[in-house]
């Protein structure tokens, strides 16, 4: 299954692994600091800088998208890949991001056509079920999540290896 999603060919190869890599290095962390600091609010202190800073970025990487795709179907070429599904999921909830995609026609026209394949439809609504108003949790439920959400330090590692 994976060969009909990651093309085989060097530079079809090269193609999907270079969006993947944007992806897991830009897009993903980027969009997720953004939703970190601004779903955040005044709760810990002002954030205004930070989601201003990672909303610029989340608006440039839309714009990264859109200049891709303005010669081609998908990300990487003329055929969907891996790439494509793995960018998706990010792309969505722009509304939520402060982002008008009427911006990115490009990418909007991708967007759409990714939305609209059935199996993504299926695969988005995974969960969907578990998605809740994180307010309306009990406080000791928000205190237990927040505890693991912000201001985490590493443990300390064992000063000498059990070995058995």
Same mark, same amino acid.
């Given at each position: 299954?994976?060969?009909?999603?990651? &093309?085989?060919? &060097?530079?079809?190869?090269?193609?999907?692994?270079?969006?993947?890599? +944007?992806?897991?290095?830009?897009?993903?962390?980027?969009?997720?600091?953004?939703?970190?600091?601004?779903? /955040?609010? @005044?709760? %810990?202190?002002?954030?205004? $800088? =930070?989601?201003?800073? #990672?909303?610029?970025?989340?608006?440039? /990487?839309?714009?990264?998208?859109?200049? %891709?795709?303005?010669? %081609?179907?998908? /990300? =990487?070429?003329?055929?969907?890949?891996? *790439?494509?599904?793995?960018? $998706?999921?990010?792309?969505?909830? +722009?509304?939520?991001?402060?982002?008008?995609?009427?911006? #990115?026609?490009? #990418?909007?026209?991708? #967007?759409?056509?990714?939305?609209?394949?059935?199996?993504?439809?299926?695969?988005?609504?995974?969960?969907?079920? /578990?998605?809740? @108003?994180?307010?309306?949790?009990?406080?000791?439920?928000?205190? %237990?999540?927040?505890?693991?959400?912000?201001?985490?330090?590493?443990?300390?590692?064992?000063?000498?290896?059990?070995? *058995?």
């Amino acid at each position: 299954m994976l060969r009909k999603f990651w &093309p085989q060919e &060097p530079r079809g190869k090269y193609a999907v692994t270079e969006w993947v890599m +944007w992806q897991m290095a830009n897009q993903g962390p980027k969009f997720g600091e953004a939703g970190h600091f601004k779903n /955040l609010g @005044d709760k %810990r202190g002002d954030q205004s $800088y =930070a989601v201003r800073r #990672f909303s610029d970025e989340v608006n440039r /990487l839309y714009g990264v998208m859109n200049y %891709r795709l303005y010669d %081609r179907r998908y /990300l =990487a070429g003329a055929e969907y890949t891996i *790439a494509d599904m793995i960018c $998706y999921p990010w792309a969505t909830r +722009w509304e939520a991001r402060g982002q008008d995609i009427n911006q #990115f026609k490009h #990418f909007k026209r991708w #967007f759409e056509e990714i939305s609209a394949r059935p199996a993504v439809q299926r695969g988005m609504s995974v969960g969907s079920d /578990l998605i809740g @108003d994180p307010s309306k949790l009990p406080k000791e439920e928000q205190e %237990r999540r927040a505890k693991i959400m912000y201001n985490q330090r590493a443990l300390p590692a064992p000063d000498e290896v059990n070995r *058995a």
